[in-house]
């Protein structure tokens, strides 16, 4: 029982709970009413007294005063324990005494209506309680005596807090939820267990074109088209069984127009589980699906113009670079698949050079300082091509917004570029030409009187670069006696268009004489000349040369019949001989007068007539003008001899091509060398391909289930051994730190990466080692799940011998080329050198000029051709050893390429192996000619240095332009065969990058040879 206030303690009053014992409230009231009558009774006052103590309701009694006045008389423990008081404090006190205002006042007015009406009264009363508002059900009965007069009341309270509270929030509930249907968005309809519509709310009556009230009462099926009607059945079955449901459907409106909405239906049974209706609750889609109806076909129409755009569209993150849409054409203009474009990243394709460029741009843009920007810039490809673009990008992000995606438009201008390119090198190309040729251009304009020389003209007449003379000055250059004839020339040219060329001596400004060519065209417009364009070329190197032609025919027959090698001369037309030397007629078999007799053609093995016949159509159809080729002649006697032929065009003054020059090398030796060599190097071949290859098979968990013949002969396993065994990487094939780097690739293999070549290192049964390159091939199964891993090797042991085989075959080819080279052709031309001296010494005059100038050409190509054979043959380093051939390698270096070279080398070296001499040579020779072709530099050092007494070091270094980024990932077949070299003398070869420019090759290789006092 709840506390009960008095006015002494609070403001609370009566908060009781509902009493079970009815019963005992029953027996006790009629107890009272027999005390009250006075009647005797078998309970006695003492009895009613704890009786009333122990009930477990809150029951009191009021004695009626004079004047309706009154007085507790008693109070259970129930209820003193409720109010927290004791009996003292509330027995024999007035209500007014006890319980405050407004309650005292209303307990008063229902207790004297009682009095009056002799009858029970009952109310509902709220109390203020700390805990909070109290609601009790008060009851009082009158109690009378033999006379009628009512002389006390008998009380109960009932505390019905809870289900008062429970009253109240289903009204609120009733009430929210009635504001809830009647302002929702949505539309709500039920219907009753025979499908009618027993309520709509507003908005679904709105949705729908009705009133509320003329939809009430009305089949549902009413506002459904025959579609929907079918469906209908299917989904009240459903809510009968007791479904929910949600889905999208069609309703017909009042004006006949169709209301899509998305539909969440419940059913609606009552206490027993019965089906009585259905509520649905509906959400107006019809917008929506106008607005995805048109999305899809804007869509379909971006998705046309994106897919078929003429130049190449990507959508990409402006953080990561990422491609997030692209065009099929961005795809081409790539070279990649589609698939491949979303995997990688727009920096990723694009040129190493171009990409800082860029990244600039990209900074200004994700700043807000451009709005877009535009570039040209190059993709570079998987096989190293490169494709020009133009690319314009701009943002895809509102002001405010951080960067998240921009568009880039591509359009290939690689062909543009391409003929930009070929214009700069076709006029750097004339230009160059020009200067060699010696010819230059002028250009004069006929209103202005003003002349134009281009440079290669200013340099020949020896005047200002980039000036010109005026017209009287450029006619003053000519001879005086040849004035007047250029000066007719180009007053004809004004005149009358008339094109004009001349060869006139001529003065330059600081008085060189020299022979001119000039020339001269017309440009006219309208019947007048406009403009005079034409050239200047010095030819007196060509008129001092027709001059000593005569004199020149002499000396050239000498040659030409004491030449080393076959020259004849052919009619171009009837292909007949029309002059050869004695070597041209040693080398196939016949007289001179025979072969003046017979055609080229006659002499030509039947096998190669063919070739022979194409190349000279290529010849007469000016495709070419000059041709080499290897074949074989007839001899008379039927013999073959394989030559080495050069077929060049003999033109006449005019032009035209009228014989043909044609020059043969016997050459059947060398051939004879060159069959037995591929006889060699495919026996080789055939070794190599017959070597039987490992072959391993593994299931899906790495287990090992066959091996070939091969690997098990190479482990020294039997196939029981290791089938069914542990994994490699588990079993003792490989050493720890080869089986973290095998299990690796196998998992990555399960995720159906492919994995390139490499070497692996497997023990065998005898604890050797073996190294071998492994590659490995997934199979599946056909629904796509891994199923084996074959595994193929090579043993490098057999590949690196062969290897080496072929270098040593190499290098005796160079030597024998390099003897042949020394021996043959160059004893040869000292030969003709000896003759030619001779000859000088009996000439005089400009004769003898010429001879010493033929002596002194002979001698600089005897001097090429040691040259060339000191590089092709090794003979240098064994006959003056490694420090004396570094020298001449040196000195080979600042002759020929005119570059400083300087070399440093211990005189203590002493290297007794002679093959280990000549690798160290070739790796100097090779880093040498790679820093000549690649680095262009100044100056070369070589060096060769001992680093304590069991090792050497020899540093090839240059100040050229280093080493470019592709050089590292792909190293060119000259960088690998120094690194082959280098492994062959067990040393260790270290290519890099200088820091001052220029690049550094250092090899390192054991030394045992004894230092010489």
Known sequence: MDKIGSVQTSDCIFCMKK?????????????????????????????????YNNADAALFSLVVEPGKQLRLQFANRRFLATAGLKQQQVISKRIEQIIPEPSCKRLLKECRKSIRSRQIVRWDETFTHPSGIKYGKISVT?????????????????????????????????????????????????????SLTDYVNPKMAKMMGYKAEEMIGRPISDFLDDEGKALLAMHLKNRKKGISDQFEFKYIRKDGTPLWAFVSTNPITNNQGVYVGALALLTDTSARRAAEAAM??????????????????????SRTFRFLNVNQRACDIARLTRRQMMATTFMHIAHPDDSRANLEQMDKLRAGKIQTFTMEKRHLHADGSITWINLTVSPMWKEGEPPSRHIAIMQDITERKQV???????????????????????????????????????????????????????????????????????????????????????????????????????????????????????????????????????RFRTVFEQAVVGVGLVDFTTGRFVDVNRRFCTITGRSHKDMLKIAFDAIIHPDDCAKNHHLHKQLKAAKSSEFQVEQRFMRADGSVVWVNLNASLLSTMSGRPNQMLVMVEDITSRKLAEANYRRELGFNEILA??????????????????????????????????????????????????????????????TGKNLPTREVTLIGKDRNQHVVTLSSIITRTPEGMVDRIIVTGTDLTERNRLQKEILKISEQEQARIGHNLHDGIGQTMTGVSSLIEALESELSGDQRQSASRIHHLIQEAIQEVRRMSHSLSPASVKNRGLGGALHLLAETIRTNHRTAC???????????????????????????????????????????????????VLKIEDNGAGLGKRTHEHPGIGLRVMDYRANLIDGNLTIKSRARGGVSVVCRFPYNGSKQG
């Open 142 to 194: 009158p109690i009378m005596d033999a006379k009628g007069r009512v002389t006390h009341l008998s009380g109960s309270i009932n505390d019905i807090t809870k289900r008062r509270h429970s009253e109240l929030a289903l009204h609120e509930s009733e009430e929210r939820y009635r504001r809830i249907v009647q302002t929702a968005e949505e539309g709500i309809w039920t219907i009753n267990a025979r």
């Open 689 to 750: 391909s017959h070597t039987s290859a490992i072959i391993i098979l593994l299931d899906r968990n790495g287990n090992l289930i066959h091996a070939n013949e091969a690997t098990l002969q190479m482990l020294g396993y039997k196939l029981k051994d290791l089938v069914g065994k542990q994994p490699p990487w588990k079993s003792d094939l490989m050493d720890p730190a080869e089986k973290i780097r095998s299990h690796e690739r196998f998992k990555e293999m399960l």
């Open 902 to 952: 300087t070399c440093e080398v211990n005189p203590d070296i002493r290297i007794e192996d002679s093959e280990k001499e000549t690798h160290v040579y070739r790796i100097a020779q090779e880093a040498a000619n790679n820093a000549l072709r690649h680095g262009h530099p100044s100056s070369i050092k070589l060096s060769l240095q001992l680093l304590g007494e069991h090792e050497a």
């Open 296 to 317: 899809q076909e804007s869509n379909a129409q971006f998705r046309a113009i994106f897919e078929q755009a003429a130049v190449g569209v990507a959508l990409i993150d």
């Open 19 to 51: 009493s079970p014992q009815t019963a005992a409230r029953r027996k006790a009231l009629a107890v009272a009413k027999s005390l009250a009558q006075g009647g005797e009774s078998v309970a006695t006052a003492e009895q009613l007294a704890q009786f």
């Open 420 to 554: 930009e390119q070929s214009l700069a090198r076709t006029t750097e190309l004339l230009e160059r030409t020009g200067e060699m040729a010696k010819i230059g251009g002028w250009e004069l304009d006929i209103a202005s009187k003003k002349l134009f020389w281009s440079l290669e003209t200013c340099r020949l007449f020896e005047i200002e670069i980039n000036t010109a003379p005026t017209l009287k000055q450029a006619i003053e250059f000519y001879a005086p006696k040849e004035q007047s004839v250029i000066r007719a020339a180009v007053q004809a040219a004004i005149e009358h268009g008339r094109t004009y060329d001349l060869e006139l001596p001529v003065l330059t400004a600081k008085g060189r004489r020299f022979w001119a060519r000039t020339q001269g065209f017309a440009i006219r417009r309208n019947g007048k000349t406009v403009q005079l364009i034409g050239t200047f070329q010095d030819i007196t190197e060509r008129k001092q040369a027709e001059q000593a032609l005569i004199e020149s025919e002499v």
